[in-house]
């Protein structure tokens, strides 16, 4: 079974590692704020000027003057700092950011990826990516694999305008987990109830498929 987008965010906080500041871009990549291991101390960082987000408010927590970068209200953890987006564009094109989380349109095996426009459509546009794809090493994509028409969004080259090139090497899917490397996609882990052959089918750009594939686990 495809995994949901709350399980996305499970499988995505995985990549987090103990003292790491980390952006989250909007949609799914802002729910891994919800899965944060316990006992793990992360700064959560928000382009529009926020570095300490916690997870999603409660009714009784909610300020409408806190939100994080998709204008979603969010809370902050103990020691947090507001600033301007100024000062948090720096923190991104410093090479401070330790791991960004971002969601895309496509995904290719030169790690390319499209995450900002479709021709025709109206959707939210470039927002911070280009600036995080630029000053991040480490960077995770989490998307479905394939469109509502069943095409597939890990391609041989990406169609669309890129945000930006060969910066992706882990992609999460509702499918799969995946790595990127050497022009290929190398086949880590599949979704639970996830048969190897569906990732293959959904999947238009080379993949290495090895012979066992295990499981994710949560």
């Known amino acids: 079974m495809a995994l949901n987008r709350e399980q996305l965010a499970m499988r995505v906080a995985q990549e987090l590692s103990d003292g ?6 909007i949609g799914i990549p802002t729910l891994v704020a919800n899965y944060v291991p316990k ?34 209200t969010v809370t902050a953890v103990t020691g947090a ?6 000062e948090s564009f720096a923190m991104i094109r410093g090479g ?11 995904v290719d095996v030169m790690g390319n990826i499209a995450s900002y426009m ?6 939210k546009g470039m927002g ?16 479905t694999h394939a469109s509502k028409h069943g095409d ?7 169609t669309l305008p890129l945000t930006g090139a060969a910066c992706i090497k882990k992609v999460v ?17 599949r979704a639970p109830g996830v048969s190897v052959d569906e990732i293959i089918q959904k999947t238009a750009g080379e993949l290495v498929v090895p012979e066992t594939v295990p499981e994710m686990s949560f």
Request: with cysteine; proline share 4%; net charge negative.
């Open 152 to 158: 597939s969004k890990l391609l041989p080259q990406c």
């Open 39 to 72: 006992g793990m101390e992360v700064m959560l960082q928000s382009e529009n000027g926020l570095l300490g987000m916690g997870p999603f408010p409660t009714e009784d927590d909610i300020d409408a003057d806190m939100i994080n970068a998709g204008k979603q």
């Open 173 to 189: 899917t509702d499918l799969a987990y995946i790595e990127i490397a050497d022009g290929k996609f190398w086949l880590k882990e």
């Open 128 to 143: 911070g990516a280009m600036d995080l794809v630029a000053g991040a090493d480490n960077i995770v994509v989490t998307m």
């Open 81 to 86: 700092s507001i600033f301007s987006s100024a």
């Open 96 to 106: 401070h950011v330790d791991l960004t989380v971002l969601g895309a349109f496509e």
């Open 20 to 25: 790491f500041y980390v952006n989250l871009g």
């Open 118 to 123: 479709i021709p025709g459509k109206l959707i």
